[in-house]
């Protein structure tokens, strides 16, 4: 047998830590403020949506946090993932780099989403909650905790972005295959989403407000908390499990990477891969290139303003300093429905500040582009959100050849796109545009950010 | 870490040979006949179709067929495929019996059709051919051919059922990524297709027309062969890698089945896992009792007839002995569609008729029960298909556990369902029944066997 292109791991290796950046962090996170008072939040502010394990990882400097015991037993159903080479990518591109990505989509989900769902849901349970409620917008978050709850016995309710729930219906069999209630939002079930209805009977819906009725929810009963996909500390803690496999399967390959690459929505799968090794070289490891790679239409890192802001269009959830387009700016229509949050994860805004990590941005053509190239070279059909990895890699590798380079380069591949084939159709079909924000829009979203004196 | 359930071969444990139970057999395959003379056919009669690799594949009775070095190459895209231990659905079920399955969903496709679609492309590859055309009906197949045409870079056209190609645009969208040509069929490109169209302007295709196409389109190009992804010995022959590899899989758990379970429509995969276990049987070894499971509402091994008969509704292709409903039995509409065919493989119904394996129908209702039951204890969501394999194993657990039995059962879990959760969406919201053929009509479609003096 030749060349290697599959580093496997047995479950016996999955890690028994999650890795917390916050450990090694030059400066800290700027704290969280009440949207109310407009001063620090503590525990008990959040104790109202999520259980104090939680709660507690959000603001821990442990470097290494326990994962749990069931939640790695739940774990063995998918992980550790396969870390590949790309070696018929590199051949088709002609570069001398080395190109590995660690490939996500084996989860029963079919994206990273379920290394956090199965936590989340696992905490909740032991704090006898019986109830989750959550968001999604392109599904797979929705998904993964409909898994999650099945597994740990808690009841799951998912408001999905009415057009959203319309146009995939797909997505909702799977949520209810999993034994998940899923419900269009707006919906009648809260009373701001009757209050939207009030307004317009046919609303599409948008991720702001499914959230606030995913909110209202668990804040009005007791035994329901709520569960959020990304942005959140604990969230990105969760899935530093990516990066920390990764670096044991580079091991087996006998390298160690010169550039990260991950695309960025809320900065979950960017952080999952790229935290371990921004960690590595903060305790005086080697320092690979970190870069995250965003939509054009939706450009919080490389266009957004760093500043205090909201989580939702709703302004009901703390304020959380981060690269933001304000939290009024609605981006264009574009397929990688996970990538569209107005703002970054703070800690991934933190570490862009500090000058550790780098960011850039392209457009959905292109990067469908990237995924196309990319299935026929290596056979996966990647998920739209993770075209943008794939560019973001290939443009590396393309960079590695001008210059002669035989660089060591790391994507994750987030997930598959089994359940994104009307963004393909379009693509194929010409009918997928690269439409650009309005900056007008976004001066004016950038303008209406909510002035916060510096804690 | 408690009990192993992932149980992973390192790529250079890829098998290096496919297992031809031909060598084994106690009783050698009846002829296949010439549709014109009704005598035995020999290599020649298949070479405008066929490259002669393949052709002698067909009728090689060595035990080990080598896998050539090119295909083994791609195999490691995804193979060796998992072996997975499902104790959690042992629990649901609460069954002592011990539940193993091998998942072959991990493939590009989401399939065990590419386990024969890559040799097939390589071996016309080598003989110079320079296009395939296929049909599919579900889309696992004409999936499969695309991905592996775009490998050994030669054209594939698939002819997908009109109805089909309508109602499931997102496997089109798949075979353009991959990069082959996707044509609704009946089509204009071909004489019959545009006389079926003459008739019949909004024809809404079969899977005979599509073979008909596709087979035209072979025979009147040199530099064109046709590719089936089911039925035919050398595409068996491909699939006996999954059950190779599950044998070296088992031993790693120290076990061996006392029950091997698989699902048949054309009887590809479920001669992939069965066939290396009856053969090792008949070399002396342990013999496990061998289920196939095949839908109630197209069940050629429980109620067809043992017969020559053709492989198509047209009548154009070769006649072989199996168990057939005969070519013009057409199945009441239900969601598996990869187990519509009116026949069954000529090895399968010869193990049969040996008394070397059973076969079971169940209804699609009983199956996407059992498939649901699984993916909550399992996360995976499996193919239409696959539900019937499950449904079988499940069955065989229920029977431990009134039996007070552990015995180990092995089945095939041959795809994923994410590309078929309409089904689903029927299957909850109740419009799934469990439509029945029409007796009158199989008697009819029986009585209609060509008359063949036995050779």
């Known amino acids: 047998m030749s060349d290697q292109i599959k580093f496997l791991l047995p479950e016996n290796r999955i890690p028994k830590h999650w890795y ?28 109202p949506l999520f259980p104090m394990e939680l709660i507690m990882q959000e603001v821990t400097t442990e470097r290494e946090v326990e994962i749990p015991e069931p939640v790695r037993e739940i ?74 709850g099945g597994v740990f016995g808690i009841d799951v309710t998912v408001f999905q972005v009415r057009v959203s729930y319309d146009q995939k219906p797909y997505r909702r069999a799977v949520m209810e295959t999993y034994g998940a209630r899923c419900l269009p939002s707006p919906s009648t079930e809260t009373e701001y989403g009757r209050s939207v209805l009030a307004q317009r009977p046919d609303h599409p819906g948008s991720l702001g407000i499914a959230i606030s009725e995913a909110v209202e929810i668990a804040a009005k009963n007791a035994d329901t908390n709520y569960a959020l996909g990304s942005v959140l500390n ?27 690459v991950g695309c960025t929505g809320g900065g979950s799968n ?41 989580g939702d269009t709703a302004h009901l959830t703390p304020l959380t300093k981060m690269h933001t387009l304000g939290s009024t700016f609605t981006p264009p229509g574009f397929h990688a429905g996970g990538l569209r949050y107005h703002g970054m994860a703070p800690l991934v805004s933190h570490l862009k500040e500090l000058g550790l990590m ?18 026929r070279a290596e056979g996966i059909v990647p998920a739209p959100e993770a075209n943008h990895a794939i560019k973001g890699a290939i443009e590396e590798a393309l960079r590695c050849k001008r210059e002669g380079k035989s660089e060591v380069i790391l994507f994750n591949l987030c997930g ?10 379009n693509y194929f079909s010409g009918n997928l545009v690269d439409d650009s924000y309005d900056e007008a829009e976004l001066a004016m979203a950038l303008s209406g950010l909510p002035s916060v004196s510096e804690v």
Chains 1, 2 share one sequence.
């Not at 916050?22 to 109310?36: F, R």
């Not at 780098?358 to 990237?370: G, L, N, R, S």
Request: aromatic share 12%; glycine share 10%; net charge neutral.
């Open 20 to 47: 917390n950046i916050q450990a090694d962090l030059p400066k800290p996170l700027p704290p969280v403020l009440h949207p109310g008072t407009m001063q620090p939040i503590g525990p008990d502010d959040l104790a």
């Open 75 to 148: 774990y063995k159903l998918w992980r550790p993932a396969p870390l590949y080479r790309a070696r018929r990518l590199e051949e088709a591109l002609g570069t001398p780099a080395k190109i590995f990505y660690k490939y996500e989509g084996v989860s029963p989900a079919g994206s990273h989403k379920p290394n956090t769902a199965i936590p989340q849901a696992f905490y909740n349970q032991q704090a006898g909650i019986k109830r989750l409620s959550t968001e999604t917008g392109a599904g797979q978050w929705g998904t993964s905790l409909s898994f999650a």
């Open 234 to 260: 604990h969230v990105l803690l969760h899935q530093t499990i990516i990066g920390i496999e990764a670096m044991e399967q580079l091991e087996m390959a006998d390298v160690y990477p010169d550039v990260v």
């Open 270 to 310: 960017f952080a999952g891969i790229a935290f371990p090794f921004i960690g590595a070289g903060l305790r005086g490891g080697p320092k690979p290139r970190i870069v995250a790679v965003e939509p054009a239409a939706c450009p919080s890192l490389t266009r957004g303003k760093y500043a205090y802001d909201f």
């Open 358 to 375: 780098e960011a850039v941005a392209y457009h959905q053509t292109q990067c469908f582009e990237a995924g196309v190239l990319f299935a």
């Open 416 to 425: 598959h796109g089994h359940f994104d084939m009307a963004a393909y159709t």
